[in-house]
């Protein structure tokens, strides 16, 4: 008895085994794509938008248009891609499923309201493959796909990427100071990244000394101890690294003062007149955040 449940254990390992394997050697084997074409309309006042993939000439097209214009605009181009990222990319999007949609989706109930989507799959032998929805959508297959929009040319086709895969987070600080022995707290919350690497999205030319500068947070009183409170419970994504260093206010002076792998809360003395620059090293790539504690700074 033993030895048959053995055996159906190792059968079903070998099973999982080859369709996990088989999942991640997906390769498109279809016929040549040409060009993919995605038309979407707005349920409410027949907004429509175009954007045709082409995948010869490497470029994101697009054009929008209302119904009380008489005439269609030409395409404009939005971005260009390179030509080896194309296997990569088909074959992402083939093993999401996206060569292999219905017909049509219909709505639940049969409620058409003047929207709807299309999508065309334009081959290199002239022919074409054609998908229709109204208030339906293959939800799972366009999440999916749009990973594989997004690594061929930065951005996603159908809307589904969640805005932290393609933007870089924003944190939350927190100052704490104490007047006549009382203590105080000021929180700041959704502070952006000023430089940053995130997926295909790269700042990387911003001053963070005048940024620091022209961009103050906090009213900083000569007379009062400030702390910086870093709390990182609430970070979608953990860092693996993250090192603060401080500044005068022309940039010279470096100081490191601290690094660090994640944590949970820290608390740093601050220093009045410096700049404060947090770089932060996650999964996506590295997010430069910056603040300053001036006390007689006057912007324009």
Known sequence: MKRIKLIIIILISFVLLFIMSSGCNYKYTGKSISSIEYLVVDYNGGYTKETKVDLINCQVLSRESLPINSSIKEYS?????????????????????LFNLEDNYPSPGGIVDGGGWTLTINFSDDTSKVSTGDNNYPDNVFEKADYAFYDLYGDDLFGTLPNSYVNPPSIDIAINYSIDGNQYNQGYSGISAINYTWNKSCVDNVDVIEYAKQHQLHEFDPYYEYKLILWTANYEYKFSKMVITSFDLNGSDEKEISKSSWFKQKEYDLTLNRIYVIKMTFSYGTCEYAFSTITDYITE
């Open 77 to 97: 181009l939005d971005y260009n891609f390179d030509i080896d990222s194309i296997d990569l990319f088909l074959n992402e999007a083939g093993k999401a499923g």
